[in-house]
């Protein structure tokens, strides 16, 4: 039997420093170091993002090789995440993982940060199960919202993306608007749990194909919050919860609209969705209920493999890495890097 590669990943493209440590298709390290400095800003700060993945980037790579129990001359390859992204939170991990490949004398090996997303769901894990090609991905995150149809490891074909914010982005502004602390998704999501979605009404934006739009969302509930609370100071404290509930109603609606008429459109085996608004428990059970109404498996992966980090990045390496698909050392980071096939 062959020996597994031992891969090193690392994932720079936003605020999360990641790296990781896969032997073949299962993690031995999986850290994540999120940069808590955004916060007060309310949302991300390019460069102060890749200042803190400088500050972060070896600390988090000791830390992997430490847990997983690995010695860095043991490793097979090194891989990084080339984009898309904050071109300078990429540069920081695309530098650090050319410099070290350079001199352990090992493959590089460049992944594309959606195509790893998908990819998570093929890590080796007692709690997750496989997808069988084809299967459609839903891609949804405080960065991207993208419906990819997947054929093989390397063949994805991009049905449909957002022309405007991504869906996470929906969730955190809507929050802010409400006063609530960054990153809101989270919030939402509960304060939604106590609230009656059918109290407000926010239109569903008409969008051609598969793609999505939620800038229009944002501004009319901006413009419904401002008037509401011109009669009404109180009008978001006391009206919390339904208007989260319904927000998020409408965000699931906008999604499964879009999930529907691809599952319509395509012989699919599954539906896989990933990215942190994933974690989300309204988008959760729409997504679950195709199961039953499209007879078609539904996969979302555990939460860590869901949110930016480097395991995703390593499994897609792996991929390659078994196609001997390595990197020149002349690489540079791609903010806009289109997927790969291979
Ligand atoms: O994948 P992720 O950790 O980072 C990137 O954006 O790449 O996703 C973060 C996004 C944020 O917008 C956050 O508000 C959202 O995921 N999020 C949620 C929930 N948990 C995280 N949105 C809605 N409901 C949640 N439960
Ligand atoms: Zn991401």
Do not use: W
Not at 169 to 174: H, L, P, S, W
Not at 202 to 221: A, C, E, R
């Amino acid at each position: 039997m062959p020996v597994e590669p031992l891969i090193l990943a690392i994932e720079s493209s936003c605020d999360d420093t990641s790296a990781a440590v896969l032997r073949g298709n299962k993690v031995l390290s999986n850290i994540v170091a999120s940069q808590k400095i955004h916060q007060k800003y309310g949302g991300v700060v390019p460069e102060l993002a890749s200042r803190a993945h400088q500050q972060n980037i070896i600390p988090v790579v000791s830390v992997a090789l430490e847990d997983a129990n690995i010695d860095k001359k043991d490793l097979s390859a090194v891989a990084f995440t080339r984009g898309p992204g904050l071109l300078g939170s990429l540069l920081v991990g695309t530098s650090f993982a050319k410099s070290l490949s350079m001199s352990l004398k090992v493959p590089l090996i460049e992944i594309n940060h959606m195509q790893a997303h998908i990819l998570a769901h093929f890590i080796d894990d007692e709690q997750m199960q496989v997808p069988e090609f084809p299967f459609l991905a839903l891609t949804i995150s405080g960065g991207h919202t993208q419906l990819v149809l997947v054929k093989d490891y390397f063949d994805m074909e991009i049905l449909g993306e957002t022309l405007d914010d991504a869906v996470g982005e929906a969730f955190d502004k809507t929050a802010k608007i409400l006063g609530l602390t960054y990153p809101g998704g989270p919030l939402i999501d509960k304060y939604a749990k106590e609230g009656d979605a059918s109290k407000f009404n926010f239109p569903i934006p008409k969008v051609d194909g598969l793609n999505f739009s939620f800038s229009g969302l944002k501004t009319n509930i901006l413009n419904f919050i401002t008037k509401e609370s011109r009669n009404d100071e109180n009008f978001v404290h006391d009206h919390m919860n339904d208007i989260c509930a319904s927000v998020q109603s409408t965000i699931v609606s906008i999604l499964m609209q879009k999930v529907e008429m691809a599952l319509a459109k395509y012989e699919v085996k599954a539906l896989a969705i990933g990215g942190g608004v994933a974690a989300n428990s309204a988008i959760r059970s729409a997504v679950l209920n195709f199961k039953n109404t499209h007879d078609v498996n539904v996969h979302i992966p555990k939460f860590e493999f869901c949110t930016d980090n480097a395991a995703m990045i390593g499994i897609a390496a792996y991929f390659k890495y078994q196609r001997e698909n390595f990197t020149s050392n002349a690489v540079s980071a791609n903010a806009r890097f289109k997927f790969e096939s291979l």
